[in-house]
Nanobody, 125 residues
Framework: QVQLVESGGGLVQAGGSLRLSCATSGGTFNSLAMGWFRQAPGKEREFVAA????????FYAASGKGRFTISRDTPKNTMYLQMNSLKPEDTAVYYC??????????????????WGQGTQVTVSS
């Protein structure tokens, strides 16, 4: 059973940066494609970014392209989301997710089998 634990959320002013981490255990890290999703109050969970098992391919939602960077560190079994130039509309609970595949990482929530508990990101204006 793969377990995911997010950290790094918090309160930041608009224009600031945060780095989210997703620590993984209970599975073979380099057989997992991984992604970040977010959910704001009253809204559906939405795709943010994804990375394939090797880290060689990344995908971004339009909302974060050019501002967010997804990466993974295999020795640490950890995935990251570096978020720069944050905007108030980035405020949401951010979730990391994993799927057992060596194919391309999914960009929809239903593609993923495992989920973390979420970490709150609040961007003040």
């Amino acid at each position: 059973q793969v377990q995911l634990v997010e950290s790094g959320g918090g309160l930041v002013q608009a224009g600031g940066s945060l780095r989210l981490s997703c620590a993984t255990s209970g599975g073979t890290f380099n057989s997992l494609a991984m992604g970040w999703f977010r959910q704001a109050p009253g809204k559906e969970r939405e795709f943010v970014a994804a990375i394939n098992w090797s880290g060689g391919n990344t995908f971004y939602a339009a909302s974060g392209k050019g501002r967010f960077t997804i990466s993974r560190d295999t020795p640490k079994n950890t995935m990251y989301l570096q978020m720069n130039s944050l905007k108030p509309e980035d405020t949401a609970v951010y979730y990391c997710a994993a799927q057992r595949t060596t194919l391309a990482a999914g960009v929809t929530a239903r593609d993923y089998e495992y989920w973390g508990q979420g970490t709150q990101v609040t961007v003040s204006s």
